[in-house]
């Protein structure tokens, strides 16, 4: 028993005496680079810690051994330079000088020099312009009654302004006029302009077929150049509903009599086949 107590003593003075705290050791630190990095000694572990270091190698960089301090202004490299910025705005700057802008960059011309007429349309002399007649029959539920709207197009293709009349006619199919309608203004035809020309001639009636005629008078002279009258024609196709309501009812009234006819001379045959002889 005295002997066990003796080590117990021995043994609890061990544990309950100081450690001695170990020399703190500086490992040197390996760079991304395999480059031996100086690193400052530790300062003193606090009694009873264990002093650890490591060494961590990292990929390959390309920037500069992370062991030197940065140079100055190294820090945000990657960001563009003011020079850099400056070369854009250059660039941006005569791209968009080489496209003219909307307003004040285009001439807008409503006059072509030498413009040729469309199809159908007859050149006055390279001033005017004039189009086809054309003609919309309306039919009247009177026999005598209807009418005809009558329009032709005019360009004006000069560069002045002028003044023009018109005038509508119809003749029917023996030559005779049928409606007349004179003096239609055509007033301040500016250049570059269009303008559909109209008029609307009753009295159509039932003459089945007609011949329509406009004729435009411009100015005696523009821009230096005569002019002369001119006239377009076209002929009108009018329905004679009048006629074809007479030839039908015609038609029906000679079918009845003929049914009528027939079976009187029916209704006598069989009248005289029973007389006896």
Same mark, same amino acid.
């Given at each position: 028993?005295?002997?066990?107590?003796?080590?117990?003593?021995?043994?609890?003075?061990?544990?309950?005496?100081?450690?001695?705290?170990?020399?703190?050791?500086?490992?040197?630190?390996?760079?991304? *680079?395999?480059?031996? #990095?100086?690193? %400052?000694?530790?300062? =003193? +572990?606090?009694? !009873? @810690?264990?002093?650890?270091? $490591? &060494?961590?190698?990292?990929?390959?960089?390309? *920037?500069?051994?992370? #062991?030197?301090? %940065?140079?100055?202004? =190294? +820090?945000?490299? !990657? @960001?563009?330079?003011?020079? $850099? &910025?400056?070369?854009?705005?250059?660039?941006?700057?005569?791209?968009?000088?080489?496209?003219?802008?909307?307003?004040?960059?285009?001439?807008?011309?409503?006059?072509?020099?030498?413009?040729?007429?469309?199809?159908?349309?007859?050149?006055?002399?390279?001033?005017?312009?004039?189009?086809?007649?054309?003609?919309?029959?309306?039919?009247?539920?009177?026999?005598?009654?209807?009418?005809?709207?009558?329009?032709?197009?005019?360009?004006?293709?000069?560069?002045?302004?002028?003044?023009?009349?018109?005038?509508?006619?119809?003749?029917?199919?023996?030559?005779?006029?049928?409606?007349?309608?004179?003096?239609?203004?055509?007033?301040?035809?500016?250049?570059?302009?269009?303008?559909?020309?109209?008029?609307?001639?009753?009295?159509?009636?039932?003459?089945?077929?007609?011949?329509?005629?406009?004729?435009?008078?411009?100015?005696?002279?523009?821009?230096?150049?005569?002019?002369?009258?001119?006239?377009?024609?076209?002929?009108?196709?009018?329905?004679?509903?009048?006629?074809?309501?007479?030839?039908?009812?015609?038609?029906?009234?000679?079918?009845?009599?003929?049914?009528?006819?027939?079976?009187?001379?029916?209704?006598?045959?069989?009248?005289?086949?029973?007389?006896?002889?």
């Amino acid at each position: 028993m005295p002997r066990l107590s003796a080590v117990a003593l021995i043994a609890a003075a061990a544990v309950l005496a100081p450690a001695t705290p170990p020399s703190a050791v500086a490992l040197p630190a390996v760079g991304a *680079q395999g480059v031996t #990095c100086p690193t %400052a000694a530790p300062s =003193a +572990a606090p009694t !009873g @810690a264990v002093d650890m270091s $490591a &060494t961590v190698i990292g990929p390959p960089s390309s *920037q500069s051994s992370p #062991c030197l301090p %940065a140079p100055a202004g =190294a +820090a945000g490299s !990657g @960001a563009p330079s003011k020079g $850099a &910025t400056g070369g854009a705005g250059g660039r941006s700057g005569s791209s968009a000088g080489s496209v003219p802008a909307g307003s004040g960059s285009e001439t807008v011309s409503t006059v072509s020099p030498s413009p040729s007429p469309a199809p159908g349309d007859v050149d006055l002399g390279g001033v005017v312009h004039v189009g086809g007649l054309l003609s919309d029959v309306r039919i009247s539920p009177n026999p005598f009654g209807g009418s005809a709207l009558l329009s032709f197009t005019v360009r004006n293709v000069s560069k002045s302004t002028f003044d023009a009349t018109a005038g509508f006619w119809m003749e029917g199919p023996f030559g005779n006029r049928v409606a007349q309608v004179d003096a239609v203004t055509v007033s301040q035809l500016k250049a570059g302009e269009s303008r559909v020309v109209s008029a609307e001639l009753p009295g159509v009636g039932q003459w089945t077929v007609l011949t329509a005629h406009a004729t435009f008078r411009p100015p005696a002279e523009v821009e230096g150049t005569p002019l002369s009258p001119l006239t377009r024609d076209v002929t009108v196709f009018v329905f004679p509903w009048m006629v074809v309501a007479v030839l039908l009812l015609a038609g029906i009234a000679v079918a009845a009599v003929q049914l009528w006819r027939s079976r009187r001379y029916a209704t006598a045959d069989d009248l005289a086949i029973g007389v006896p002889a």
